[in-house]
């Protein structure tokens, strides 16, 4: 295992003096960053490419190119072989930054699958040979992946 991953340390907390912090579990930085984001907008599915700033069992903190409004039910894609599939969350918060792209956490409606959690923080060798070529490199990440 090489100093990265051993070395990956639980996200502070970045809430100021005072407030308590309302999260269920850990935060985490992932090494497989690329994910998407899509939601319903009338009769067209809307897709988003996001970056998953942390991460616990229970939700995400992303970067996104097109913003969600808060309480939207949301769809998300990890770039992991774990999990090929979309998974639903619900925006917690939603917010443009003043020097950056926009923010959306969001929280899973069931708890994210463990070894797609492994895969995201601790990375793909981590889950042992693969079964399957894993082909998520950002240049070829694809809403149509999933």
């Not at 939700?59 to 998300?76: D, I, M, N, S, T």
Request: overall charge negative; glycine content about 8%.
């Amino acid at each position: 295992m090489d100093a990265e991953r051993e070395s990956n340390p639980i996200r502070s907390s970045s809430l100021p003096e005072g407030q308590e912090d309302r999260r269920g579990g850990s935060r985490y930085n992932v090494v497989e960053d690329q994910s998407w984001l899509g939601w319903w907008d009338g009769p067209s599915f809307v897709t988003t490419p996001s970056r998953i700033l942390d991460l616990s069992l229970r939700g995400a903190l992303l970067h996104v190119e097109a913003l969600p409004g808060p309480g939207k039910a949301v769809w998300f894609c990890p770039p992991t072989a774990a999990t090929p599939d979309w998974l639903e969350a619900t925006v917690v918060q939603s917010r443009n930054t003043p020097h950056g792209p926009a923010e959306a956490r969001i929280a899973f409606r069931r708890l994210l699958p463990y070894e797609t959690f492994q895969s995201l923080v601790y990375g793909n060798d981590r889950l042992g040979p693969p079964d399957v070529e894993t082909h998520w490199a950002a240049a070829e990440f694809e809403p149509d992946d999933c």
